[in-house]
């Protein structure tokens, strides 16, 4: 494998990565009652729509039909990947909840 084929790799294998940090994200907002997208705009006001976000949210299933996802696993998904801003926006909708 050269260089360029294993930086290929790496990078698809973050991206996957990362779509599956913002399919947890997703899902713990519909586990919560929160929409995904408002937390995320309040997150990064300054971005436009995100398509992984969206797409995500095609991936979810019913807060009936899913599985718990605790908020100490959101938090330390969104921290492996440095969303700090979401990650805040995220603890202030938990400490809401409280």
């Not at 908020?71 to 969303?83: H, I």
Request: with cysteine; glycine share 4%; proline share 3%.
């Amino acid at each position: 494998m050269n260089q360029k084929e294993l930086e290929r790799k790496i990078i698809q294998h973050y991206q996957g990565e990362e779509k599956m940090m913002i399919l947890v994200f997703a899902q713990w907002c519909v586990n919560h009652d929160l929409d995904p997208q408002n937390l995320y705009a309040a997150a990064y006001p300054n971005q436009s729509s995100n398509p992984a976000l969206h797409e995500a949210m095609e991936l979810t299933v019913s807060k009936a039909e899913a599985g718990e996802i605790t908020d100490e696993t959101l938090l330390g998904v969104l921290s492996l990947f440095g969303n700090d801003d979401l990650a805040f926006v995220v603890t202030e909708e938990i400490r809401k909840m409280e």
